[in-house]
């Protein structure tokens, strides 16, 4: 599909979920003059990009779908990758959407150009592209962060990046380090324990784990799901309304959570025999305060003959693998790094500029990250960010999050059609009152309880996650307000 200069009205960026999302209403509503830009060769965004082994969903199948397009037929509660990136193509071929992608498509710079009041978009390899509405959807997970251990380019083993996996690299046999324990390391541990000779785990900070409630769904259910979709739907209500219970306790009330950080420490008892191993693997930071795992299998995988959890940290790579700071050295075949993303260093940021050329970045840099509703920017006119600043959740499915920013984005490209005007961004003061007001409730949140995670910048504010009932955040996105917004 070919793009002229000024010839398409809104230009996505991504077409992972959020953006074939973001497609997808826009075509229910009747605006069809768009176009998906996507850098990879197919859609998918996460989906397409993980497939490491034991790859899976840590939120129910039936919340992690769009509402308005329900799958009858998960295999499982929890869907596995495969899964996932099936319903996403059948999600774009549903709706129309793989004539509105164009493929092998990177931007690498957009620039807000104040006379001609369009987005100028500089594509890798072909020419710019002009838009009047911007929608970023490229998402907090799409860029790994690969730790800058000193000597790594002197280990001659095989080395990637849980989100880069390499199938080519043969595991069997080998002695294999996995480093992080994250949400990607508890799934890839158990998956390939048993395949290699070696696995040495490293972990810096212990996680809160609770067992994974999975079980495969019977004829019978994907019958009920298919043929009575207000039983899935009613289920589907059942998951969310069960999660947003958590909220007060995350938010207001943290000391509530010593329940739920029992249970996970009575998961973490029964699985783990051996009280060296067990106190090792407890953390000392309230439940909530880093993400919250599921897995059933990750422990007694950590429990297995070939398998050794190194708390002692990496000073330095060698040709041959590592040197811990206690001096020991470790022979490894392959590393593999489930170190995490660049969340608050996103460098999607670096390369959206506004009429001044000021650089997301260096705002944010400067001003902390903050967006009106985790969805526009003041000073950045028609552009409009998917799962921005303030939008993160600990305890429900993120489509939920972005089907209410769907209905801010369309409301106000729309509203800017209807008042026959050419640009709407956020009052600069509103965006500072409401980001004040955010941080002040965060204060009283389990994220600001003691430890550090991805969920904080280097202030010690937090500007992921929202401070409250998802409901809220939908109430409070469902149409524009016009007088938060500069319309000209």
Known sequence: MEVRQMDTEIAIVGAGLAGLGMGAILMKKGIKNFVILEKAEAPGGTWRDNTYPGCQCDVPSHMYSFSFYPNPNWSRAFAL???????????????????????????????????????KLEIKNSNELRVKFLISAIGPL????????????????????????????????????????????????????????????????????????????????????????????????????????????????????KLLEFLAWQHLKARIKDPVLREKLKPTFTIGCKRILLSNEYYPALTKPNV????????????????????????????????????????????????????????????????????????????????????GLGHNSMIFMMEAQYNLITDVIKTVSRLE??????????????????????????????????????KGNVPTMWPGFTWEFWFKTRRVNLRDLVIS
């Open 308 to 391: 050794t959890l190194v708390t002692d940290p990496i000073s330095h790579f060698y040709s041959e693998g590592v040197e811990l700071k206690d001096g020991q050295k470790i022979n490894l075949d392959a590393v593999i790094f489930a170190t995490g993303f660049k969340v608050t260093d996103h460098p999607g940021f670096a390369q959206i500029f506004n009429a001044q050329g000021l650089s997301l970045a260096e705002i944010w840099g400067k001003e902390g990250m903050s967006a009106y509703y985790g969805t526009m920017i003041p000073k950045f006119p028609n552009l409009f960010t998917i799962l921005g600043p303030n939008t």
């Open 421 to 458: 005007k050419s640009t709407a961004e956020p009052d600069e003061s509103v965006v500072k009152l409401h980001n004040q007001e955010l941080q002040k409730r965060l204060r009283r949140s389990v994220w600001v309880s003691g430890c550090a995670s991805w969920y904080l910048d280097q």
């Open 81 to 119: 990758q495969a899964e996932i990136y099936n319903y996403i193509e059948d999600f774009t071929q549903h709706f129309k959407l793989r004539e509105k992608i164009k493929y092998n498509t990177e931007v690498t710079r957009a620039l807000w150009d104040k006379r001609l009041r369009c987005w």
């Open 142 to 257: 799409s860029y790994p962060q690969v730790p800058d251990f000193a000597g790594l380019e002197s280990f001659k083993g095989a080395t990637m990046h849980s989100a880069t996996w390499d199938a080519s690299v043969n595991l069997e046999g080998k002695s294999v380090a996995v480093i992080g324990t994250g949400a990607s390391s508890i799934q890839i541990v158990p998956s390939i324990a048993d395949k290699v000779a070696k696995l040495y785990v490293f972990q810096r900070t212990p996680a809160w784990i609770l067992p994974r409630a999975d079980r495969k769904y019977t004829a019978i259910d994907k019958l009920l799901f298919k043929y009575l979709p207000g039983y899935q739907r009613l289920v589907r209500w059942m998951m969310y309304f069960s999660r947003e219970a958590l909220v007060p306790s995350l938010t207001k009330h943290p000391e509530r959570l």
